[in-house]
């Protein structure tokens, strides 16, 4: 069992920056790969960026490339989103995920075997 518990989600203005936190802990816990979604009301939950636990590869929706960046801190059992450039259709709640093995579905919520509860990030215009 893996449990992961977000924070670090807030209001802020729009062009400004937050960095959300994802602990993990867990008897299988390195996983393979760790991720941040998110889902705004009434849209699906999309993906935002993932992370080897080994750091070596990182990969971001289009919508954040450039603004986002994950990153995991192996000692602590933590993976980061810093999160620049914030704009109001970045408001949503934002889930950190884990995937146990590799697979072709590593930006899509089923490639994930499990979620945090969920930060709200709110950016006003």
């Known amino acids: 069992q893996v449990q992961l518990v977000e924070s670090g989600g807030g209001l802020v203005q729009a062009g400004g920056s937050l960095r959300l936190s994802c602990a993990a802990s867990?008897?299988?816990?390195?996983?393979?790969?760790m991720a941040w979604f998110r889902q705004a009301p009434g849209k699906v939950r999309e993906f935002v960026a993932h992370?080897?636990?080994?750091?070596?590869?990182?990969y971001y929706a289009d919508s954040v490339k450039g603004r986002f960046t994950i990153s995991r801190d192996s000692a602590k059992n933590t993976v980061y989103l810093q999160m620049n450039s914030l704009k109001p259709e970045d408001t949503a709640v934002y889930y950190c995920?884990?995937?146990?093995?590799?697979?072709?579905?590593?930006?899509?919520?089923?490639?994930?075997?499990?979620w945090g509860q969920g930060t709200q990030v709110t950016v006003s215009s």
């Open positions: 992370i080897t636990w080994t750091g070596d590869s990182t």
């Open positions: 867990g008897r299988t816990f390195p996983s393979y790969v």
């Open positions: 995920a884990a995937a146990l093995q590799n697979s072709l579905f590593l930006t899509h919520p089923n490639g994930y075997d499990y």
